[in-house]
């Protein structure tokens, strides 16, 4: 029988035992040891039941176990130590405060938006690393100081939960949450009410959603639910699952996080008196309507709609996550345009100028599609992709966006992901101190660590691999086997994430007989742990899944391969730890960063992995090993290169990783294992961090976002002559020309160390010589002469006007510092004081082959 209704009743705490209310809902607990201890000692049995929630441990605990906590000195001291511990680091100076002392020209606030964040498990609102990196930023932020504001929406049925049919195809579970059983509160008006935001859409229908909020330590954290009773029954779903539904399901989820978000925090600002951020930061391309409305924003003050895009791209950062097209949010041109016509959102903005912003104006883009990381990268001055290598193919993907320009000089920086170490690392790894102590720690003590936390997954594999067989139709008589899965004592190989295709889940297999020896070694056995979820959709990724169950359910290697269903945060906090090797096998360059490797790193697990994402950055022989990857010769062969690359892969495992692991000294300490670990610990772990990362976030994104935002977002004027000055630029670009080059030395040869004197000159049409800039751009240049490692030199205009042509005349020393094949060339480009960069414009002027003088000097 199931009950019509379902409602919370909250326990009343004893007064003594009020902080742990506070401490509850504030999400720091995930990541503060002491506070989750405190929490399990209420009660270690319903700790236990309640997944590690505090919210619900203590919904479920007994009146008379609060009476008897209420009455204990000792846990009333600890409880009182937690509540000031989390007063001090709530309201104390942190990073971001003394810098803020040093004169340091920081945002007020920034708001932070993403489709899924990743805090904890008790609160699944999250699929996979996207998610998590979210999550990490907000806990990175809250402990530098960083007074971020974070935007997302509230799913009611977060993402699935996975399990296996008996023949090992997933099947998907979307449970029901609710809000107030999780560690949420509503943000409600002053006279009590529950604040709403509202879009409007065709036909005079509205979405409306309220505004839940998670305290994640400093960081405030606005999730939007559209499950409300004013909202028609479609769209009281928009927000019932994460990443689910139609093409226009998805439009409605990406219209109200990035307008509807827009909206909760200048609402949440009004209420509780929050410095109204000066950066919008848009995690991916999900969030990129955030734009359109802050410009509808400008429009009633009489800022059209060119000036308005100034004001607004001034104090916005889009970070783009995916090195594929096909992983970017796309809509029907028609489709959006109804939702954005005159009955629908965005009063004011035309729908055509909208569209422009994400059309896919480029060779072999397609014009009838709104591209929504087109259009984040047209809204934002400043984007960055996710590791240095990413930011490469980022700068490639989208280059067709600023035509003339090389890829290197595509204005989409890098700054490489980090992970939150307080939520990652282990305990017993924590105990072992920062890299200057783990630096002199005994290889015995960190040995133990490492077998003890092993000994901890192994015990959770066997639990977890139980509840899934008996999910499958196992009889429990079936499943005594079980017992003997996994050794604490054999090298353990971790791969959990994601399957999409081209993280190939199932490259083991790829020589069966090959894996089976390697798993049944005598004397260097090898046992594998594998997880990951499939998106629902995916028949393709259900079927690589399905593929590596059947394999790991023969019994000749059950005991020492596992897939284990349901990946999530709380499966991997032992995961990670509990592993020696983390295993990466991702298509090269489609891994954007890859964080898993990077947790394990932080508990001294070491890493095997192709050179992909942060590992191709920061791989180095002490801290693991590079798959190698096929040549291109072999790289368009998908079968040969996945046989190619799973034969080194098993190469590496049989050759050098497992003889290191089992090479023991005679006091039986395998010495060269932990020597890595050891490295690894102290020499790539500080590298990995989300503090690092967000400190960078800071200095080269956000600080200059603030100053941007206060030129142009604050004064209309500026951000009105600014929009003026490009249409003028562009309208008359098509009259500037590079007409002659010549040099001061015959071409042919140079010396090292001698100086070119170049004199160019420039046909500016209707523009005036403060509206560009003419540079030289010189290098080493390869067989059809494209320069590589290019240094740019700036070339001045020589005093006087123009000629009778109307020419002016540049000129310039070019240091000629580097010998072999050297080139030059000279280039035009848009200049003004208010742009980031001189590609902004998407505008250059080269030369033409009639021009004269100018491509190579041969250095001797």
């Known amino acids: 029988m199931k009950a019509i ?310 104090g916005t950062v889009f970070t783009t996550h995916t090195p594929v097209p096909a992983g970017i949010d796309r809509f029907d041109r028609e489709l959006v345009a109804r939702h954005f016509a005159d009955d629908g959102e965005l009063p004011g903005v035309d729908a055509g100028q909208l569209l422009r912003l994400g059309m896919e104006s480029y060779p072999g883009g397609d014009a009838n599609v709104l591209n929504m990381a087109v259009m984040g990268l047209r809204l934002a001055q400043r984007a960055n992709g996710v590791s240095t290598l990413h930011g490469a193919v980022s700068r490639e993907m989208f280059a067709g966006l600023w035509p003339g320009f090389d890829a290197h000089e595509v204005p989409i920086a890098s700054i490489t992901n980090g992970v939150h170490a307080p939520t990652w690392v282990a305990p017993e790894v924590s105990r072992l101190g920062g890299a200057d102590t783990v630096a002199e720690t005994g290889d015995a003590e960190i040995w133990n660590v490492r077998r003890e936390l092993r000994e901890q997954l192994v015990r959770e594999v066997r639990q977890r691999l139980y509840t899934s067989w008996r999910q499958r139709g196992a009889d429990t008589a079936e499943l005594g086997w079980i017992e003997g899965v996994l050794d604490p004592g054999i090298l353990t190989i971790g791969f959990a994430r994601r399957v999409p295709a081209y993280k190939r889940l199932t490259l083991m297999l790829r020589d069966r007989d090959r894996l089976l020896e390697l798993l049944l070694h005598p004397t260097r056995p090898v046992q594998i742990v594998v997880a990951g979820k499939a998106h629902p959709a995916d028949d393709g990724g259900k079927r690589l899944i399905q593929e590596l169950v059947r394999f790991a359910d023969d019994p000749r290697v059950r005991h020492r391969i596992v897939f284990l269903p349901d990946y999530g945060m709380s499966m991997a906090r032992t995961l990670y730890p509990g592993c020696d090797v983390w295993l990466n096998n991702p298509l090269r360059p489609l891994e954007a960063c890859g964080t898993s490797g990077m947790k394990a790193a932080l508990n001294g697990c070491l890493n095997l992995s192709v050179l992909d994402g ?121 009259g500037v020309a590079v007409d002659h080059v010549e040099a001061d030395t015959a071409l042919g040869t140079a010396e090292l160390g001698s100086t070119l004197a170049l004199r160019v000159s420039i046909a500016l049409g209707e523009l005036l010589p403060d509206d560009v800039e003419v540079q030289a751009v010189a290098g080493r240049v390869d067989s059809e002469d494209g320069i590589a490692d290019a240094q740019v030199f700036p070339l001045k205009p020589v005093a006087g006007g123009p000629d009778e042509a109307g020419r002016r005349v540049y000129e310039g020393p070019l240091a000629l510092d580097r010998t072999g094949p050297f080139g030059y060339t000279v280039r035009v480009l848009p200049a003004h004081r208010l742009l980031a960069s001189g590609a902004e414009l998407g505008l250059v002027a080269l030369p033409t082959e009639a021009t004269g003088e100018g491509a190579g000097v041969l250095m001797r």
């Open 5 to 314: 209704r379902r409602f919370t009743v909250r326990p009343v705490l004893p007064e003594p035992l009020g902080p742990l209310s506070e401490l509850a809902r504030n999400l720091r607990w995930s990541w503060h040891t002491r506070t989750r201890e405190l929490f399990r000692d209420v009660d270690p049995e319903g700790w236990r039941a309640a997944g590690g929630d505090p919210v619900r441990l203590l919904g479920a605990v007994s009146a008379r176990r609060l009476a008897v906590l209420a009455g204990d000195r000792q846990f009333l001291h600890r409880l009182a130590d937690a509540d000031r511990d989390l007063g001090d680091y709530l309201g104390g100076r942190r990073w971001y405060q003394e810098q803020e002392a040093d004169g340091g020209p920081l945002p007020a606030a920034v708001a932070y938006f993403s489709p899924e964040f990743g805090i904890t498990g008790a609160l699944p609102q999250y699929s996979g690393g996207l998610g998590i990196l979210a999550g990490d930023h907000l806990k990175a932020a809250s402990d530098l100081g960083v007074p971020l504001i974070g935007v997302g929406l509230l799913y009611r049925h977060g993402y699935f939960r996975q399990s296996l049919s008996r023949d090992g195809w997933q099947q998907e579970h979307y449970p029901v949450l609710d809000p107030d059983e999780l560690p949420l509160t509503l943000l409600r008006e002053a006279d009590g009410t529950a604040t709403q935001v509202a879009l409007a859409l065709p036909g005079g229908r509205s979405l409306r959603a309220r505004v839940w909020q998670a305290q994640v330590g400093r960081v405030p954290l606005l999730l939007l639910d559209s499950d409300v009773e004013e909202n028609a029954p479609g769209e009281r779903d928009v927000t019932d699952r994460l990443y689910g539904g139609g093409s226009e399901h998805r439009l409605l989820q990406e219209m109200l996080l990035g307008i509807g978000g827009v909206r909760a925090v200048r609402a949440y600002c009004a209420l509780t008196g929050h410095p109204e951020p000066e950066v919008f930061h848009t995690n991916e391309g999900h969030a990129g309507f955030l734009g359109l409305e802050r410009i509808r924003e400008l429009i009633p003050y009489g800022v059209d709609f060119d000036a308005a895009l100034e004001a607004v791209r001034a």
């Open 614 to 734: 942060w590992w191709d950055e920061w791989y180095e022989p002490d801290f693991g090993w590079a798959v190698p990857t096929a040549d291109e010769s072999a790289a368009h062969d998908d079968n040969r290169r996945d046989d190619l690359e799973a034969a080194a892969l098993y190469g590496l495992i049989e050759e050098r990783i497992a003889p290191l692991f089992y090479d023991r000294r005679e006091d039986g300490l395998p010495g060269r294992w932990i020597e890595m670990v050891r490295r690894t610990l102290t020499a790539l772990g500080p590298k990995v961090l989300a503090g690092r990362m967000v400190r960078e976030y800071v200095d080269r994104l956000y600080a200059p976002a603030a100053l941007a935002h206060r030129a142009l977002g604050l004064d209309p004027e500026a951000a009105r002559e600014l929009a003026s000055w490009k249409r003028r630029v562009r309208a008359a670009w098509p």
